[in-house]
Nanobody
Framework: QVQLVESGGGSVQAGGSLRLSCAASGDTYFRKCMRWHRQAPGKQREGIATINTDSGTTFYVDSVKGRFTISQDKDRNTVYLQMNSLKPEDSAMYYC????????????WGQGTQVTVSS
């Protein structure tokens, strides 16, 4: 019902920036809430940024607040994650996810894109 394709990952030095993109397709009802998650080796997957695609309201976890920005382009059906001031601890696989409501857990997932930050 929902297809998500991430892009934009790569390797960058600490202090650098990357912008991830998530191209979405399928029923818009099931992607009224979009999230970016990440998972580092040996760690649990965590949701780091959320956007309500109707209202534009955003939410961030403390570890990325002030450095990362989630945004959307409705005409392109794309959600972005602008990542600035990157740190080595930001290295992880980043996943885009969708769900009908932001009170629900993410239901649909992309394949992920790797981000590596070197010191």
């Amino acid at each position: 019902q929902v297809q998500l394709v991430e892009s934009g990952g790569g390797s960058v030095q600490a202090g650098g920036s990357l912008r991830l993109s998530c191209a979405a397709s399928g029923d818009t009802y099931f992607r009224k809430c979009m999230r970016w998650h990440r998972q580092a080796p040996g760690k649990q997957r965590e949701g780091i940024a959320t956007i309500n695609t109707d209202s534009g309201t955003t939410f961030y976890v403390d570890s990325v607040k002030g450095r990362f920005t989630i945004s959307q382009d409705k005409d392109r059906n794309t959600v972005y994650l602008q990542m600035n001031s990157l740190k080595p601890e930001d290295s992880a696989m980043y996943y885009c996810a969708a769900t009908p409501r932001c009170t629900m857990e993410s239901k649909y997932w992309g394949q992920g894109t790797q981000v590596t930050v070197s010191s």
